[in-house]
C-alpha cells in the first residue's frame, strides 16, 4: 500500500492556460473525491466517482473543469482557461464503498498547489 | 446538507499544556466525523474517527475525541501539547448514505509556545 499520489505537486500557470492533475489512488480504492483548499479555508468538494462512474458534481466544478477516471483506477482533473480564482490547493482522496464496513475513512494524496499567474 | 464549525482559526497553547479545539456539526441523519492533521505543504492525515459504538474515541500521537449527541459536538483534545503538535486541525462530518463526501470546517491553526 503506496497510498494516494498526485502529480505535479506544484504547478504555475498563465492566466488563460491549460492544466492537468493527476490522481493515482490506493489500488483496492473504488471511490475517488476530488477537493480543493484554498488559504485559510477547509477542503472544499469538487466531484466524486465511484469505479469508473462520477457521481457527483459539486456547484463549485464550472464548465470549465472537467475531472475523469476512465478505467477505474487513475483520476485527471482538468481546467480549461484557468482564472487567477482557480488558485488553490487541489486534494485527492480515496477510499471503500461503505459496504465494505471500513466507515468512510478517506485516504488523502499530498496535493497539487496550482498558482495562476 | 451536513456543516460543521470550528471557532477560533489560530489557538496558541504552551508545551505541556492541554490542547482543546472544538467542532459543533449539522446533520440530518446520524453523523460520522472525523478529524484530520495538516502539516505545512502536504495532504489531509486522520487523527480519529466517529462512526458507531464508544462515543470516546482515541486517535494517534495522543489525541482523543468525544461525541457528544445532545450537544451536537466532537471536540478534540489532547493532554500535554507537544512541540510536534504545531499543525492544521480540521473536523469533517459525513454519514453513511449517499456518497460520503465530507464537509470540512475552516479549521484550526494551532502554534505551541516553548
Known amino acids: 500500500d503506496t497510498g494516494v499520489s498526485q502529480d505535479p505537486r506544484h504547478k504555475i500557470t498563465k492566466r488563460g492556460q491549460n492544466v492537468t492533475f493527476r490522481c493515482d489512488p490506493i489500488?483496492?480504492?473504488?471511490?475517488l473525491y476530488w477537493y480543493r483548499q484554498t488559504l485559510g479555508q477547509g477542503p472544499e468538494f469538487l466531484t466524486y466517482f465511484q469505479n469508473e462512474a462520477q457521481l457527483e458534481k459539486s456547484r463549485l466544478l464550472s464548465d470549465r473543469f472537467s475531472a475523469e477516471r476512465p478505467k477505474g483506477s487513475f483520476s485527471t482533473l482538468e481546467i480549461q482557461r484557468t482564472e487567477q480564482g482557480d488558485s488553490a490547493m487541489y486534494l485527492c482522496?480515496?477510499?471503500?464503498?461503505?459496504?465494505?464496513?471500513?466507515?468512510?475513512?478517506?485516504?488523502f494524496g499530498p496535493g497539487t498547489r496550482l498558482t495562476v499567474l | 446538507a451536513q456543516s460543521v464549525t470550528q471557532l477560533g482559526s489560530h489557538v496558541s497553547v504552551s508545551e505541556g499544556a492541554l490542547v482543546l479545539l472544538r467542532c459543533n456539526y449539522s446533520s440530518s441523519v446520524p453523523p460520522y466525523l472525523f478529524w484530520y492533521v495538516q502539516y505545512p505543504n502536504q495532504g489531509l492525515q486522520l487523527l480519529l474517527k466517529?462512526?458507531?459504538?464508544?462515543?470516546l474515541v482515541k486517535g494517534i500521537n495522543g489525541f482523543e475525541a468525544e461525541f457528544k449527541k445532545s450537544e451536537t459536538s466532537f471536540h478534540l483534545t489532547k493532554p500535554s501539547a507537544h512541540m510536534s503538535d504545531a499543525a492544521e486541525y480540521f473536523c469533517?462530518?459525513?454519514?453513511?448514505?449517499?456518497?460520503?463526501?465530507?464537509?470540512f470546517g475552516k479549521g484550526n491553526q494551532v502554534v505551541v509556545i516553548p
Open positions: 466517529y462512526t458507531t459504538g464508544a462515543t
Open positions: 469533517a462530518v459525513t454519514s453513511y448514505y449517499g456518497n460520503n463526501r465530507l464537509a
Open positions: 489500488s483496492e480504492h473504488n471511490r
Open positions: 482522496a480515496s477510499s471503500l464503498a461503505l459496504a465494505s464496513g471500513k466507515g468512510a475513512e478517506q485516504f
